[in-house]
């Protein structure tokens, strides 16, 4: 069974940085495909980061590039984001989703490709 449970959300202010944990069981990374994904009120869910199964490259939207890095640790079966320079329209719920996806490279950024999500993790900036 797939469990995905997120935390390491909270409330910070503009600038600050934030680092987010995904432990996760149930599959590998061998052959699923794992992503951070955010949704902010009232907008659609939106890709932020994501590493393939097939050749577990890592891929980052245009929103968030440059400020955000996916990483994995294999031994805790967790995957991180660690998240600077933090602006207020970063306010979201952030997810983590992980399903075998039968695409590559970065069209793993796509939410609808994913049916396994966690329960999702709350961040706040304030200016």
């Known amino acids: 069974q797939v469990q995905l449970v997120e935390s390491g959300g909270g409330s910070v202010q503009a600038g600050g940085s934030l680092r987010l944990s995904c432990a996760f069981s149930g599959f590998t990374l061998d052959y699923y495909a794992i992503g951070w994904f955010r949704r902010a009120p009232g907008q659609e869910r939106e890709g932020i980061s994501c590493?393939?199964?097939?050749?577990?490259?890592?891929y980052y939207s245009d929103s968030m590039k440059g400020r955000v890095t996916i990483s994995r640790d294999n031994t805790n079966n967790t995957v991180y984001l660690q998240m600077n320079s933090l602006v207020p329209e970063d306010t979201a719920t952030y997810y983590c989703?992980?399903?075998?996806?039968?695409?590559?490279?970065?069209?793993?950024?796509?939410?609808?490709?994913?049916?396994?999500w966690g329960q999702g993790t709350e961040v706040t900036v304030s200016s």
């Open positions: 989703a992980a399903d075998r996806i039968p695409v590559s490279g970065k069209s793993c950024l796509r939410p609808a490709w994913y049916d396994q």
């Open positions: 590493i393939s199964s097939n050749n577990f490259g890592t």
